[in-house]
């Protein structure tokens, strides 16, 4: 039998209709019948001329079956939202398809997703390589739902989250945050809500300031990487143009100083080992060019080096050393409770399990160094890099860390802080994603 009608699949985008394509607005204005879910169908409404079927949220393959049936003869249109394809329902028509050997006429019409929606609206929090997770269990189980956001945030790209929830749905969310807060720390979010259609909504936020009820089902998250610049309502994570270009506006006095810097370090600290590069930026970082002779190498930094290719977790006793950092990393002082000890102190002992195998930097709590040394007994860090600062006990504590049988780089005497802490942390982070 010839079969004269066709089924289109459609995506109408995140809601707007100037964001539908050209052939999604013809295909729908042509269409004998559309067939989709309430709310989309919402959005079309006026632009359709022929038959309108709604269906019910969850009885996709009763859609797609109807679709077909009457493509059989008449020109059909299944709306989706978004993309079609993505987490849409149109994977479910080439299964069904595929499975049943059916003999229909059909074409899929892409849409913008909800990520290209929310990415305009933040400014590039995806510009690059980026992760994709949809937090809804439906189907697909949890496990492994976890397991993939786990690579994903190591693998320390912004990622978007779909579904993150729904009244039924709450847990999920609460689980996710947890894990991100675990592998990433603190990070900022980007919580866009109906983003181009009616109660648009883009907030960002530090994790911690999430409150699970103002996410819903009409948003999408956009987790930060380590290289996301965020301001109060925009999100960039940079493409790398500045490694082709002079993007930003340094001056050429700017360049001029620091070149000039560069060269005097030169020649007070020459040499091209690693070693060499972190007692250069030790130094640069503090002004202060005793560090040449302060700076305790124990065992090789290159162990450093390797156990951050690796993929070995960072982590800081406090924020300020975080922040500084170019790769994301844990603070101790966000997993204090409030006891007896100082809270980084009670961090790192909080963070035990999570010290196995990690890159340790400790930049301003004597207390948490002596902390540290306590919990490698038990759990082995892969190197630390510890300058705690002060004239109770920084001295004492950076004695005891060299005492440990882990590689480590420290400083002799009171001198320290977060400021050379971050400095050299950097240069082993730089130094592991140069090759
Ligand atoms: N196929 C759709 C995705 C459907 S899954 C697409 O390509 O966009 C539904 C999820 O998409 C929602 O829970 C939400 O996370 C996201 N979403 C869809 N439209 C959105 C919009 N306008 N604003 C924010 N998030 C949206």
Redesign the pocket.
């Known amino acids: 039998m010839q079969l004269r009608g066709k089924l289109y699949v459609v ?1 109408i ?3 707007s209709k100037d964001l539908l394509t050209l052939k999604a607005y013809e295909v729908i204005r042509n269409a004998d019948v559309v067939i989709g879910h309430k709310r989309y169908i919402e959005l079309i409404r006026d632009l359709v001329q022929g038959e309108i079927i709604e269906s019910a949220m969850r009885k996709e393959l009763e859609r797609v079956k109807k679709a077909v049936e009457l493509a059989k003869e008449k020109k059909v249109c299944l709306v ?10 149109a994977s479910l028509l080439e299964e069904y398809i595929a499975s049943n050997e059916i003999q229909v006429d059909y074409e899929l019409i892409p ?8 990415n305009s609206l933040l400014g590039c929090a995806v510009s690059g390589d980026h992760g994709v997770l ?1 937090l ?1 269990d439906q189907l697909v189980d949890w496990g492994k739902i976890e397991h993939r956001l786990r690579v994903m945030l190591r693998s320390d790209v912004p990622i978007a ?6 009244r039924k749905r709450v847990e999920n969310l609460k689980k996710a945050l947890e894990i991100i807060f675990s592998e990433r720390g603190d990070v900022k979010i980007a919580i ?6 009616e109660g ?1 909504e883009v907030r960002i936020k530090k994790l911690s300031e999430i409150n699970i009820e103002e996410v ?6 956009i987790i930060s990487s380590s290289e996301t610049l965020v301001t109060e309502k925009k999100m960039l994570t940079p493409r790398g143009y500045s490694m082709k270009y002079e993007v930003g506006a340094k001056t050429k006095r700017a360049k001029e100083i620091a070149e000039q810097s560069a060269e005097i370090l030169r020649e007070a600290i020459p040499g091209d080992t690693l070693r060499d590069e972190i007692v250069r930026r030790a130094v640069m970082a503090t002004g202060d060019m005793s560090y040449r002779d302060l700076l305790v190498f124990k065992g090789d930094p290159e162990q450093a080096v390797e156990a951050l290719r690796r993929g070995a977790k960072i982590i800081v006793d406090v924020e300020m050393v975080r922040i500084g950092l170019r790769a994301n990393a844990i603070s101790a002082i966000s997993f204090a409770k409030g006891s007896e000890k100082t809270r980084t102190a009670e961090g790192i002992l909080n963070l035990a399990e999570e010290i196995e195998g990690a890159v340790v930097g400790i930049g301003n709590a004597p207390s948490s160094a002596m902390a540290l040394c306590e919990v490698a007994e038990n759990y082995k860090p892969a190197f630390i890099v510890a300058t705690p600062v002060g004239f109770v006990g920084a001295s004492e504590s950076k004695e005891m860390v060299r005492k440990l049988d882990i590689p480590s780089i420290t400083n002799v005497g009171t001198k320290g802080g977060s400021g050379v802490c971050t400095a050299i942390l950097n240069c082993l982070i730089e130094h592991a994603g140069s090759h």
Do not use: Q
């Not at 989706?80 to 329902?89: K, L, Q």
């Not at 849409?111 to 929310?118: E, K, P, V, Y």
């Not at 989250?161 to 729904?166: D, G, H």
């Open positions: 995506g985008g995140p809601g989706s939202g978004g993309d079609p394809c993505i987490y849409g329902i849409g913008i997703t909800a990520l290209n929606a929310a949809s809804s989250i779909y579904n993150p929830s729904s866009v809500k109906n983003a181009y259609r648009e819903d089902m009409s948003s999408i998250l």
